[in-house]
Antibody
Framework: EVQLVQSGAEVKKPGESLKISCKGSGYSFTSYWIGWVRQMPGKGLEWMGIIYPGDSDTRYSPSFQGQVTISADKSISTAYLQWSSLKASDTAMYYC????????????WGQGTLVTVSS | EIVMTQSPATLSVSPGERATLSCRASQSVSSNLAWYQQKPGQAPRLLIYGASTRATGIPARFSGSGSGTEFTLTISSLQSEDFAVYYCQQYNNWPPETFGQGTKLEIK
């Protein structure tokens, strides 16, 4: 069974750093992209970026380039999304999701990680 | 960046009736279009990809159509569990693989 299991909810202060994770199982982790999607409270889905763990090829949305860093450790089938200096506006639910190499949709999603940034 | 526009923002339909949701792309995305369903407190779920192919386990009452810039998701005979928010997403030109702003399907 394909599963993407994300790390738990986080409460942070502005200016702090954070790294959240997404662990894949039940499939070949290095053969699929892992993407990250933001959903701010009461809002829609925003595509942030994506990584191919097989060769670490990483692409970012222009809206998120320089604001976050996406990485992966294929030895433990885990992808990461990190911030060096959080802002209150980073408060959101963050989802990871899997997609095939080449063109394709996100076919499996993690359960989401809620990040709250408040002083 | 391709802009995806969904209409209407909210759709009120009675159970058992048909719902038709629209999605328009700012430029052609060929058939590289997906639809997702999201219920409160849950992650999105893939319904349709390739504009018209149902994902594994998706009931036949869900159907997708269109190509280029105009797409439609139709749900025939709405069930209580179908009331949710629906998003379209293009994956033809990336990054980013943009989502529409969503259509909330509510009970009339």
């Amino acid at each position: 069974e394909v599963q993407l299991v994300q790390s738990g909810a986080e409460v942070k202060k502005p200016g702090e750093s954070l790294k959240i994770s997404c662990k894949g199982s039940g499939y070949s982790f290095t053969s699929y992209w892992i993407g990250w999607v933001r959903q701010m409270p009461g809002k829609g889905l925003e595509w942030m970026g994506i990584i191919y763990p097989g060769d670490s090829d990483t692409r970012y949305s222009p809206s998120f380039q320089g604001q976050v860093t996406i990485s992966a450790d294929k030895s433990i089938s885990t992808a990461y999304l990190q911030w060096s200096s959080l802002k209150a506006s980073d408060t959101a639910m963050y989802y990871c999701a899997r997609r095939l190499r080449g063109l394709g949709p996100f076919d499996y999603w993690g359960q989401g990680t809620l990040v709250t940034v408040s002083s | 960046e391709i802009v995806m526009t969904q209409s209407p923002a909210t759709l009120s339909v009675s159970p058992g009736e048909r719902a038709t949701l629209s999605c328009r792309a700012s430029q052609s995305v060929s058939s590289n279009l997906a639809w997702y369903q999201q219920k409160p407190g849950q992650a999105p779920r893939l319904l349709i990809y390739g504009a018209s192919t149902r994902a594994t386990g998706i009931p036949a009452r869900f159907s997708g159509s269109g190509s280029g810039t105009e797409f439609t998701l139709t749900i025939s005979s709405l069930q209580s569990e179908d009331f949710a928010v629906y998003y379209c997403q293009q994956y033809n030109n990336w990054p980013p693989e943009t989502f529409g702003q969503g259509t909330k399907l509510e009970i009339k």
